[in-house]
């Protein structure tokens, strides 16, 4: 931010604070957004061609659909899509396509479509071939306003690959994270909510003290986070849409590690309201707060199963920081996390089979994912301060944060170790992301 | 607001400060909006209720702790890594503190906790929150009541230093005592 601006935006923030007004929060105007940079493991991805789209005579359509269809497949590290300089045709209509071309040019599969007037909008249709066999896998038509055509494509983009890989795609998923920039007192940390590739950043909300640890709903429609915007940590849940937002926790001592249950009912938290850190399930309909865990180490990071059963949550009641397991109504806890003195910040998979983690390697923090049948840690990540990791809500990613050339980024890494890629902003932090559920 | 036994006022150096944004932002509300930021939550400043003549001759402490000599300037206690036990050399410190707070009735004071960058930051704002409570702990068993002590973990989020090294870290692994 240039200086003249962020000192009208400083004392503007004064002026606000002055006459009485509340916070700064809810959908903010066009932000800094993600560049993501695809940054390996495209060798062994299926070769498709996406054909940029026909249009009508005179239609500017806003998007480049077949370029964000391109783009995600990418991204997932599954596909590599065949650039538009390479393609010797380009049909827009099916009597047009001979997919023997395609066949020879290597491809798999191949993507048409066109974009028409549809009112104050546009009718997209588009057909997905197998090259080989002859088949159209898919064959649909979406309406789409203006404003939402690179959700139309995203839309598009998870169709083609479910029918490719039979897993429902992530496309038009969003993601939140935490930005900050400046040192110390003169520092602006933001939260925000962008698409999963890094366009159409909103802000949540902003302030000079720290914020940390967005959690979604199993909804996608709210975010809960701890804030210190009053000098002191407090958690807060915030609907995105109308950017309405309650105070859930500010007792004394930490409020931090929101979790929604599974059902949206419940939010899980970390409190040392009674002399330490420990585990609390606040009921969020009738207020009811449960203590979980009470013991005089650290218990924090909780995280439910997928089934709301159980909770996974650190503690360092062993010695060094771990992971242990509980019953989401009390009970016993039991260690579940056995290589290593450090594992903490633990999340299930949506199959509820293994689970993302922070580990210690050789004094290197990186994430690992703990297969919970076989009782092995796999590391996804190679940094050495690596951390917040989240599943995407296929389980294909897990997208975390780390260090690139001194400074916070997000990465983003397939299970299967086929793609990676990094999001950051031009200038700046970027941390804690959490991946949103699918959206409805 | 703190008076101190010096009987001046902790935010009467603030004043002119406030009084230069509170022209300036009054200034501001004709000026073109061009910042794309939205308005954001900055910390509130307290807003005085009184003014104190400043003198210009001598520095104005806001207590004993700014004096660079007083035993009560250091306020600042570091850790190994990963522990929230205090370090035998930071007793006499502690006991300094204790002592003024237990003999100054109306004096408070914040114990913020704080980590260095290694590890989760959740876990991390409860290790800063087990190192402000060690203090807190032991500064009442020294005798200073309960209800002077309040204790803040910032873990990982304000570091002293930004530094991603070992000489960072060290610095960063601290409980800060904030009159």
Same mark, same amino acid.
């Given at each position: 931010?240039?200086?003249?601006?962020r000192?009208?935006s400083?004392?503007?923030?004064?002026?606000?604070?002055?006459?009485?007004?509340?916070?700064?929060?809810?959908a903010?105007?066009v932000q800094?957004?993600?560049?993501?940079?695809?940054t390996?493991?495209?060798?062994?991805?299926?070769?498709i061609a996406?054909?940029?789209?026909g249009?009508?005579d005179?239609?500017i359509?806003p998007?480049?659909?077949?370029a964000v269809?391109?783009?995600? &497949?990418?991204?997932?590290?599954r596909f590599?899509?065949?650039?538009?300089?390479d393609?010797l045709?380009?049909p827009a209509r099916?009597e047009?396509?001979? &997919?023997r071309?395609?066949?020879?040019?290597?491809m798999?599969?191949?993507?048409?479509?066109?974009?028409?007037?549809?009112g104050?909008g546009?009718?997209?249709?588009?057909?997905?071939?197998d090259?080989?066999?002859?088949d159209?896998?898919?064959?649909s038509?979406l309406?789409?306003t203006?404003a939402g055509?690179?959700?139309?494509?995203h839309?598009i983009?998870?169709?083609?690959?479910?029918?490719?890989?039979?897993?429902?795609?992530v496309?038009?998923?969003r993601?939140?994270?935490?930005?900050?920039t400046?040192?110390?007192? $003169?520092?602006t940390v933001?939260?925000?909510?962008?698409?999963?590739? $890094?366009?159409?950043?909103?802000?949540i909300v902003?302030?000079?003290e720290?914020i940390m640890?967005p959690?979604?709903?199993p909804d996608?429609?709210?975010?809960a986070?701890?804030?210190?915007?009053n000098?002191?940590?407090?958690?807060y849940?915030q609907?995105l849409?109308?950017?309405?937002?309650?105070?859930?926790?500010?007792?004394?001592?930490?409020?931090?590690?929101?979790?929604?249950?599974?059902?949206?009912?419940?939010l899980a938290?970390?409190?040392?309201k009674?002399?330490?850190p420990?585990?609390?399930?606040l009921?969020?309909?009738s207020?009811e &707060?449960v203590?979980?865990?009470?013991?005089?180490?650290i218990?924090?990071?909780?995280?439910?199963?997928p089934?709301?059963?159980q909770?996974?949550?650190?503690?360092d009641?062993g010695?060094?920081?771990?992971?242990?397991?509980?019953?989401?109504?009390?009970?016993?806890?039991?260690r579940?996390?056995s290589?290593?003195?450090y594992n903490?910040?633990?999340?299930?998979?949506p199959?509820?089979?293994?689970?993302v983690?922070?580990?210690?390697v050789?004094?290197?923090?990186?994430?690992?994912?703990l297969?919970?049948?076989?009782?092995?840690?796999?590391?996804l990540?190679?940094g050495s &301060?690596?951390e917040?990791?989240?599943?995407?809500?296929?389980?294909?990613?897990?997208?975390?944060a780390?260090?690139?050339?001194?400074?916070?980024?997000?990465a983003?890494?397939s299970?299967?170790?086929?793609?990676?890629?990094?999001l950051?902003q031009?200038?700046?932090?970027?941390r804690?992301?959490?991946?949103?559920?699918?959206?409805? | 607001?703190?008076?101190?036994?010096?009987?001046?006022?902790?935010?009467?150096?603030?004043?002119?400060?406030i009084?230069?944004?509170v022209?300036?932002?009054?200034?501001?509300?004709?000026a073109p909006?061009?910042s794309?930021?939205?308005?954001?939550?900055?910390?509130v400043?307290?807003a005085?209720?009184?003014t104190?003549?400043?003198?210009t001759?001598?520095?104005?402490?806001?207590g004993?702790?700014?004096?660079?000599?007083?035993?009560?300037y250091?306020?600042?206690?570091?850790?190994?890594?990963?522990?929230a036990?205090?370090?035998?050399?930071?007793?006499p410190?502690?006991?300094?503190h204790a002592?003024y707070?237990?003999t100054n009735a109306g004096?408070?004071?914040?114990?913020?906790?704080?980590?260095?960058?290694?590890?989760?930051?959740?876990?991390?704002?409860?290790?800063?929150d087990q190192?402000?409570?060690s203090?807190?702990?032991?500064?009442i068993a020294?005798?200073?009541?309960p209800?002077?002590?309040s204790?803040l973990?910032?873990?990982?989020?304000?570091?002293a230093?930004p530094?991603h090294?070992?000489?960072?870290w060290?610095?960063n692994r601290?409980?800060?005592?904030?009159?």
């Amino acid at each position: 931010m240039p200086r003249h601006q962020r000192r009208t935006s400083i004392l503007m923030a004064f002026a606000v604070v002055l006459f009485g007004f509340g916070l700064g929060f809810g959908a903010g105007p066009v932000q800094a957004r993600l560049n993501i940079e695809v940054t390996g493991g495209v060798e062994a991805a299926q070769p498709i061609a996406v054909v940029p789209f026909g249009v009508s005579d005179g239609l500017i359509p806003p998007v480049d659909i077949a370029a964000v269809i391109s783009a995600d &497949l990418a991204r997932t590290g599954r596909f590599r899509a065949m650039p538009t300089r390479d393609m010797l045709d380009m049909p827009a209509r099916h009597e047009d396509v001979d &997919l023997r071309d395609w066949t020879l040019l290597g491809m798999n599969n191949l993507v048409i479509g066109r974009v028409e007037p549809d009112g104050s909008g546009y009718r997209v249709s588009f057909i997905l071939y197998d090259a080989f066999r002859g088949d159209q896998l898919a064959n649909s038509t979406l309406i789409s306003t203006k404003a939402g055509m690179r959700n139309t494509a995203h839309r598009i983009s998870d169709i083609i690959y479910q029918k490719l890989t039979g897993q429902r795609g992530v496309a038009a998923t969003r993601i939140a994270y935490v930005t900050a920039t400046g040192q110390g007192e $003169g520092q602006t940390v933001t939260l925000r909510v962008a698409d999963a590739d $890094g366009y159409n950043p909103q802000t949540i909300v902003s302030s000079g003290e720290p914020i940390m640890s967005p959690a979604w709903s199993p909804d996608g429609r709210r975010v809960a986070y701890v804030s210190f915007e009053n000098k002191r940590a407090a958690i807060y849940v915030q609907e995105l849409a109308s950017g309405r937002r309650e105070l859930v926790a500010s007792h004394p001592g930490i409020n931090g590690s929101p979790a929604f249950s599974p059902d949206g009912r419940k939010l899980a938290m970390t409190l040392s309201k009674d002399g330490n850190p420990d585990i609390y399930v606040l009921d969020l309909t009738s207020r009811e &707060l449960v203590r979980l865990t009470d013991h005089f180490a650290i218990d924090t990071e909780p995280s439910w199963s997928p089934d709301g059963q159980q909770i996974i949550f650190t503690s360092d009641r062993g010695g060094s920081p771990q992971i242990y397991r509980i019953g989401s109504g009390g009970g016993p806890a039991q260690r579940i996390s056995s290589e290593g003195d450090y594992n903490a910040r633990a999340s299930y998979s949506p199959d509820g089979r293994s689970i993302v983690l922070v580990t210690r390697v050789s004094g290197r923090f990186r994430i690992g994912v703990l297969d919970l049948d076989r009782g092995f840690t796999r590391v996804l990540s190679n940094g050495s &301060l690596d951390e917040s990791p989240s599943f995407a809500p296929n389980g294909s990613m897990v997208i975390y944060a780390t260090i690139h050339g001194g400074r916070g980024v997000l990465a983003a890494a397939s299970i299967d170790g086929g793609g990676n890629q990094r999001l950051s902003q031009d200038s700046g932090e970027v941390r804690e992301p959490a991946w949103s559920p699918f959206i409805k | 607001m703190t008076t101190n036994p010096n009987g001046i006022r902790a935010p009467a150096l603030m004043l002119p400060a406030i009084v230069l944004v509170v022209a300036l932002a009054a200034g501001c509300t004709s000026a073109p909006k061009q910042s794309t930021e939205p308005v954001t939550s900055r910390p509130v400043p307290t807003a005085p209720t009184t003014t104190a003549p400043l003198e210009t001759t001598r520095p104005v402490y806001a207590g004993p702790w700014e004096d660079p000599g007083n035993p009560l300037y250091q306020r600042t206690i570091y850790f190994d890594y990963d522990t929230a036990e205090i370090k035998p050399e930071y007793l006499p410190v502690l006991k300094t503190h204790a002592r003024y707070l237990g003999t100054n009735a109306g004096v408070k004071a914040t114990l913020e906790g704080h980590t260095d960058e290694r590890g989760t930051r959740e876990y991390n704002l409860a290790l800063g929150d087990q190192r402000a409570e060690s203090v807190r702990r032991l500064m009442i068993a020294d005798g200073v009541p309960p209800n002077r002590l309040s204790t803040l973990s910032y873990g990982e989020e304000r570091p002293a230093n930004p530094g991603h090294s070992e000489q960072a870290w060290r610095l960063n692994r601290r409980v800060v005592i904030q009159y």
